[in-house]
């Protein structure tokens, strides 16, 4: 499955750079507003790791498009959602108010988890935040490296500051095999979670971005290998944003 064309490419590139990417459009926001609303909800922006130009995105509501058209196309009271990346609470809010069914976030960057827990809780949601990573084996801890910006905050990212997150093995949660539905924004982590559905029989359906700045042609051939193996078929996708569904 391509992701993108060179053509594709071509368009959205210069239009990724005016609108969404722009240092100028994020001075704008940052001075004139204090918050991102989108549709009834409100996040609040309290945050020292984010670049300037990322507050274009918020400037004009481009912020996480891929994901929220995904999420907003395809999530219906059937779904009951774990979300890898709480970020701001933005996704994890749309989640929960399309569903309509209490969430379970994992977000490992503890310097966002004030904002995070008070932006999901601004927004009336049912939810429970762990600010852990979750596991497949029995390891501790494992190590993330923190970027200038928050939302690159990764294990494939290198930077020259290295932090610990304790790992929760994913036996260790409760009512975990209640959940039907993963969506991953975890800056690389779609690969590490694709590999282990094995020991997610539970999860009939999965949204994630694809981050083909992080995995080369060859990775994400293997990406959606795996996701066929495990019986899941493509069903949606916004840009680099994927839904794939379990079929019996």
Do not use: W
């Amino acid at each position: 499955m391509k992701v993108h064309s060179f053509a594709h490419k071509l368009i959205l590139y210069p239009v990724y750079y005016i609108f969404h990417h722009n240092f100028l459009f994020g001075y704008i926001h940052k001075i004139f507003f204090n918050n991102f609303k989108f549709k009834k909800f409100k996040f609040n922006l309290k945050l020292t790791n984010l670049p300037m130009s990322h507050r274009a995105s918020f400037l004009f509501k481009t912020y996480e498009y891929n994901d929220r058209i995904v999420v907003e196309k395809n999530l219906s009271n059937k779904n009951k959602c774990i979300v890898i990346g709480g970020g701001i609470g933005f996704i994890p809010t749309l989640v929960f108010h399309k569903t309509k069914n209490s969430i379970l976030v994992f977000e490992i960057n503890k310097k966002i988890m004030k904002n995070l827990k008070n932006n999901l809780q601004i927004n009336h949601c049912n939810y429970k935040l762990l600010n852990k990573n979750l596991v497949f084996n029995k390891k501790k801890f494992s190590n993330f490296y923190y970027n200038e910006n928050f939302l690159e905050t990764s294990s494939y990212l290198t930077t020259k500051r290295k932090f610990s997150v304790n790992n929760i093995y994913y036996k260790k949660i409760k009512n975990l095999s209640s959940f039907n539905t993963l969506i991953i924004d975890g800056e690389g982590a779609e690969e590490y979670y694709i590999n282990n559905l094995t020991k997610l029989k539970n999860i009939k359906h999965i949204m994630f971005e694809l981050h083909n700045n992080i995995h080369n042609h060859k990775k994400i051939k293997e990406i959606f290998y795996i996701l066929k193996k495990n019986k899941f078929k493509f069903n949606d996708k916004c840009f680099n944003s994927y839904y794939f569904k379990k079929s019996i």
